[in-house]
Each structure stands twice: as structure tokens, then as C-alpha cells.
């Protein structure tokens, strides 16, 4: 009995003693496989971070905490490591740590979460820097609003830092930024490249390709451009035949009836430099009620308004077509008492016009006209308008003589021309205020008209 307990007491010792020394084995090489485990976790969380950063564009300086500068691959490194604790520093205390006491575990696990807080503290830099330096796009289409070479970023070390980015980092950065979202730019339109410039005089074979363009597009900008350049081309007399030959009058004629009011205007100047050549004009006429519709029912004193009078005084120089006009006498002188200052003068030169054809006299006398007409005759009024206001009524008196309408009157409502001018009286009373016009040309004129009374 006695060496039974005792063989099992040497059993247990040999058994007690072997695994002392299995513990003693294990508790190293787990030590060191630890120590391979955390290294290896240094280095991804090193490389997965830097991943991202170039994610935003650039390499990011994490040693300078939230206000860091965009720099190159090659000062980022260093300032990685400089950013975090040195891991060999932390082995080593981790060595010191076991050394001094404590348990194995308990040390392994406050160095694991001291590489945790600080591998999480990094990460967290990372993500500010990122957001405050994001760089805003451009579409590629818009021009950089800062100027020339730059201004578009906020930093130009980020623009610099994606330039020298790595091979694998660019690719990166560049599928990211595709997805980043435009600012948004007012876009421009962009520039039309017309074979010619506007005011370039050009031939019969480059104003038939004008005309060409001008006929089978749609785009307004191109439109405002080819009528610009056919307007300052019939400018000259001997454009002005060729594209009626070439069949131009129709083409630009047939914009009239465009809504986009910079395009009638241009389409009425075009005419109007067309309407000087006198056949020209007969193929004009086909299109003088429109244009006329047009200048009256369109926005008052606007460029369309002036650029259709100025067609219609033209066309009403001589003559020929004055007739076609006769209809729209009420409206003339409407607009001559609502116009502004220039509107006013040209309705005038128009009116003037048709009071120098004798057949066209008592269709402008009968017509009915606002009695508050008669204001324009007022000292406060410039030179000009006194003048035309002037020669309008010294025309209808001469022809009002001539047709012998006097002895009709009759035949004129109070309302009518004739009755304001003629029969009323007002008019020579403020034409007789007139006479001591501080203008000498305007006193001259007057003195002219009181004469022919």
C-alpha cells in the first residue's frame, strides 16, 4: 500500500512538472506570435489608411491635426509615423510591463487597447481632413471662374498633391472623384463656329452659304448671327442685289413671324438696309402689313418697336407702297402721343412721309387722332421734335390748300386731323407762343409756317 502512493505520487509530479514546462513553452511562443500579430495589424491599418486618403484626392499630413495641408506621397509617410506612437516603443513597454509584475493576460490586453485607441484616434483624423479638404469640381464643359491657371480649388497644394499621387492611388481618387457632383456654374452658351465673321464682306458664293444656313436652321443663336451678318452685308450696294438674286429677301422675310423678339429685330434690320435698293422694296412689300401688324400690337418703345418703323419709314419714302399703309393712320398717331423721345422722332419722319404724297392727304386728315396731340407743340420739348411737329403741320396746310379740302369741312368729324389742325384754332395759337423760342432754328421755322396761314 505504501509503495502504491507512493509511485502515484511520482506519477503525479513527473505529470505536474512536464506540464510546467508545456505552460512555460506556450506562454513564450504566444507572446511572440502576439507580438507578429500586432505588427501585422500596424501595417494594414497604416496601408488602409493611406487608401483612403488618396481616395480624397490626395495624401493627407495627419501630424498637423484638423487644419493639415494637402502634400505629396513622399512627405506623407513620414508624417504617419510621427502621427501615432512608435510601436517599438510600445513593445517595449509592453516588455517592461510583463517584467515589472502583473499578469501576462492583463498586459496583453491594455496594450492591444492602447494600439486600438490610437489606430481609432488616427482613422478619426483622417476623416476630418478628408471633409475639410474636399475638393469641389468643375463640369468639364465650363470655364474655371478664377481666372487663368487656377482658382477653381480650394488649395492648389490638393491640385499639386493629386498630379504626383501614385498609379494605383490615381485610379482610385479618379473613380471617386467622377461620381463627386458638379457645382453649379450658370452655363454659357457656347460659342458658334460660323464660317464667317459678322462683319466681313463677303461674296456671292459666302452669302449664298449664309443664306443656306440661315434657311434650314432652328437654333436661334445661329439665326441672330446669320441675319447680322447678311444685315451689314446689304450695306453695300452691290450686296444688296445679290442676295435678292440669290432669293435672300424671302429667307429673312420669313422670320417675321418668329416669337424671339431679338430675332425679328435683326430680321428688320436686315430688311431695312435691303429696303434702300428700290427693287428690293418691291419684293418687300409683300411683308409691309406684317411688319406693321407687328410694330404696333409689340412692346411699346421697345428695340423691335424702332427697328419696324425704321423699316416703314423706308419703304414709305416714296410713293409706291404708301397705300398699303393707309389703315393704320389711327395707330400711328396713337403711338405718336404714348411713344417716348425716339419713338415720337421716328413716327414723325414716318407721318412726314406720307404728308409729302398729295393722294395720300385726305385719308390722313380724316383720321381720328387724341386731341392731347396738340401738347407736342410745347416750348419744352427739344429741337428735334419741334422741328418734325412743325413740318408735319406745314405739309397738311399746303395740302389742304392744294386739294381744295378747305371747303369741304364737312366732311371731318371734330375728332378728326383736319378739325385739330385746321378748324380748332389751338394749333396756331401754340404755334404763335412759339415764336419767341429761345432755339433761332425753331423761330425761323416758325416764322415760316405763320407766313403760309
Given amino acids: 500500500m505504501g509503495r502504491t502512493r507512493e509511485a502515484g505520487c511520482v506519477a503525479a509530479g513527473v505529470v505536474i512538472g512536464a506540464g510546467a514546462c508545456y505552460c512555460v513553452y506556450r506562454l513564450a511562443w504566444g507572446r511572440d506570435e502576439n507580438e507578429k500579430i500586432w505588427d501585422e ?9 493611406i487608401g483612403v486618403e488618396t481616395v480624397k484626392g490626395a495624401k493627407t499630413n495627419l501630424g498637423a491635426g484638423s487644419g493639415a495641408k494637402l502634400q505629396g506621397d513622399s512627405k506623407v509617410k513620414p508624417e504617419v509615423s510621427l502621427g501615432l506612437e512608435d510601436c517599438s516603443g510600445v513593445k517595449e513597454k509592453a516588455h517592461s510591463g510583463s517584467h515589472s509584475g502583473g499578469g501576462l493576460e492583463a498586459k496583453a490586453k491594455a496594450l ?14 483622417g476623416a476630418r481632413v478628408g471633409t475639410i479638404s474636399g475638393n469641389r469640381t468643375l463640369a468639364p464643359s465650363l470655364p474655371c471662374p478664377g481666372g487663368r491657371g487656377g482658382g477653381c ?23 471617386k472623384s467622377t461620381r463627386a457632383p458638379a ?12 464660317p464667317y465673321k459678322i462683319d466681313d464682306i463677303l461674296s456671292a458664293p459666302d452669302l449664298q452659304k449664309v443664306l443656306n444656313i440661315l434657311e434650314r436652321t432652328n437654333d436661334p443663336f445661329i439665326q441672330e448671327v446669320a441675319l447680322v451678318t447678311l444685315g451689314n452685308n446689304a450695306a453695300y450696294s452691290f450686296n444688296q442685289n445679290a442676295i435678292r438674286e440669290l432669293g435672300g429677301v424671302p429667307i429673312i422675310a420669313k422670320l417675321i413671324k418668329t416669337k424671339d ?20 422694296q418691291g419684293k418687300i412689300k409683300t411683308y409691309i402689313s406684317q411688319v406693321c401688324d407687328d410694330t404696333m400690337v409689340c412692346r411699346l418703345d421697345s428695340a423691335v418697336q424702332m427697328a419696324g418703323l425704321r423699316l416703314l419709314t423706308n419703304m414709305t419714302v416714296t410713293n409706291h407702297y404708301q397705300h398699303l399703309l393707309s389703315y393704320s393712320f389711327p395707330d ?27 393722294a395720300m392727304t385726305r385719308e390722313l386728315v380724316s383720321c381720328k387722332v387724341p386731341s392731347e396731340l396738340i401738347s407736342l407743340f410745347n416750348k419744352e420739348w427739344d429741337r428735334e421734335i419741334l422741328l418734325n411737329i412743325l413740318t408735319l403741320f406745314e405739309n397738311i396746310n ?23 389742325f385746321k ?15 429761345n432755339d433761332l432754328v425753331v423761330k425761323v421755322k416758325v416764322l415760316k409756317v405763320l407766313t403760309k396761314l
Fill in 112 to 125: 492591444f487597447n492602447t494600439l486600438k485607441e490610437q489606430a481609432s484616434a488616427k482613422a478619426g483624423k
Fill in 261 to 280: 423678339p431679338i430675332i425679328r429685330e435683326k430680321t428688320y434690320n436686315a430688311l431695312n438696309n435691303l429696303s434702300v435698293n428700290a427693287e428690293n
Fill in 183 to 194: 457645382t453649379t456654374w450658370p452655363v454659357r452658351r457656347g460659342k458658334f463656329n460660323f
Fill in 41 to 49: 495589424d500596424e501595417e494594414s491599418t497604416d496601408t488602409s489608411e
Fill in 332 to 358: 400711328f398717331f396713337a403711338l405718336l402721343f404714348l411713344g417716348n423721345h425716339f419713338t415720337k422722332i421716328q413716327i414723325m419722319k414716318l407721318i412726314i412721309n406720307f404728308t409729302e404724297n398729295p
Fill in 423 to 437: 378748324e380748332s384754332g389751338v394749333c396756331v395759337k401754340k404755334i404763335k407762343a412759339l415764336a419767341n423760342h
Fill in 398 to 420: 399746303d395740302n389742304i390748300k392744294n386739294e381744295g379740302l378747305a371747303s369741304s369741312r364737312k366732311e371731318f368729324s371734330r375728332s378728326s386731323l383736319f378739325f385739330l
Fill in 153 to 175: 480649388h480650394p488649395t492648389r497644394s490638393g491640385s499639386r498633391a493629386r498630379g504626383r499621387a501614385s498609379g494605383k492611388s490615381k485610379g482610385k481618387a479618379r473613380s
